[in-house]
Nanobody
Framework: VQLQASGGGLVQAGGSLRLSCSAS????????MGWYRQAPGEAREYVGS???????TYAEFAKGRFTIQRDTAENTMYLQMTSLKAEDTGVYYC????????????WGQGTLVTVSS
C-alpha cells in the first residue's frame, strides 16, 4: 500500500484547510486509515482515524474542528480542518492498516500545515 498526502499550506488562524490522502496498491486490504501530526520539536501525535465502514475517532483537540471522511470509490481519505489555530501547525501524516491475514501499518510522506497567528 502506498499513501500520498497532499493539501497542506499556509493559512491564517481561524481559517480552514482540507488535506487528502490517496491510497494505491493493495487497497482492498486496507482496514483503518488515520491522520497523525508532528509539530516542530514535538513527538508525532494522533489526530483521528476512520474505519472501512466510516466510523471515526478523534483526538480531544480535534473534536468539533476536524472531520475525517473516507471515499472508498476514490481510494482517498480527507481531513477537513476548521477554526485552525497556531498550535495546529505541523507536518500531517496519513497512515493505513492493511494486509491479510496479518496487517502492517503504512505511512504517507506528510504534508506541512502552517497556521499564522
Amino acid at each position: 500500500v502506498q499513501l500520498q498526502a497532499s493539501g497542506g499550506g499556509l493559512v491564517q488562524a481561524g481559517g480552514s484547510l482540507r488535506l487528502s490522502c490517496s491510497a494505491s496498491g493493495n487497497i482492498d486490504s486496507i482496514n483503518i486509515m488515520g491522520w497523525y501530526r508532528q509539530a516542530p520539536g514535538e513527538a508525532r501525535e494522533y489526530v483521528g482515524s476512520v474505519t472501512g465502514i466510516g466510523e471515526t475517532t478523534y483526538a480531544e483537540f480535534a473534536k468539533g474542528r476536524f472531520t475525517i471522511q473516507r471515499d472508498t470509490a476514490e481510494n482517498t481519505m480527507y481531513l477537513q480542518m476548521t477554526s485552525l489555530k497556531a498550535e495546529d501547525t505541523g507536518v500531517y501524516y496519513c497512515n493505513a492498516n492493511a494486509g491479510r491475514p496479518s496487517t502492517t501499518w503504512y505511512w504517507g510522506q506528510g504534508t506541512l500545515v502552517t497556521v499564522s497567528s
